[in-house]
């Protein structure tokens, strides 16, 4: 059986927009070297970090597939949701972590959104979603396209 990963990768690659397998790829590059099992100092976890950061952005501010993209973008967190995306690990390095603090914030309330989000049970992403306000998620510098395109892929 096939599970819900593989077949978004296969969907991503038979799609038109390179890109998205580009980024589709760090992200599960990002969730293999940033595993529990991984030892590395905080100069690496801290590159790891904002390379995660500058993916999410490239899936976010993608307007060209958005909801495949976005979709990737959940069911890879999902699928690494006991490993590097689970809340114990996916914050790790974030205090030497160098982007601006504007992007600090911006990257916590987006790791929480997708968190939180990413179960493919869609009563309880619902449930979820009734307490998660899209537009301060979402925050700046992502864009508005990007917090309106969340918007509408959740039907908020």
Excluded: W
Excluded at 42 to 54: C, I, K, P, V
Excluded at 63 to 80: E, N, P, Q, V, W
Excluded at 117 to 127: E, S
């Amino acid at each position: 059986m096939i599970n819900q990963l593989d077949q978004i990768k296969l969907l991503v690659e038979q799609s038109t927009n390179p890109s998205l397998k580009n980024y589709l790829d760090q992200l599960i590059q990002y969730a293999e070297d940033m595993a529990p099992n991984k030892t590395m100092n905080a100069e690496q976890g801290a590159r790891h970090q904002a390379a995660l950061y500058s993916t999410i952005e490239c899936f976010l501010e993608n307007t060209r597939d958005f909801a495949l993209g976005f979709s990737a973008l959940l069911i890879t967190f999902h699928h690494f949701r006991n490993g590097a995306m689970s809340p114990m690990y996916a914050y790790r390095f974030m205090e030497h972590v160098q982007l601006p603090k504007e992007k600090q914030l911006a990257m916590n309330k987006i790791l929480d959104l997708l968190i939180m989000t990413c179960t493919p049970d869609m009563a309880k992403r619902l449930d979820v979603l009734k307490h998660i306000n899209i537009a301060r998620s979402v925050a700046q510098p992502f864009s508005d396209t990007a917090r309106m395109n969340i918007a509408q892929y959740f039907n908020k």
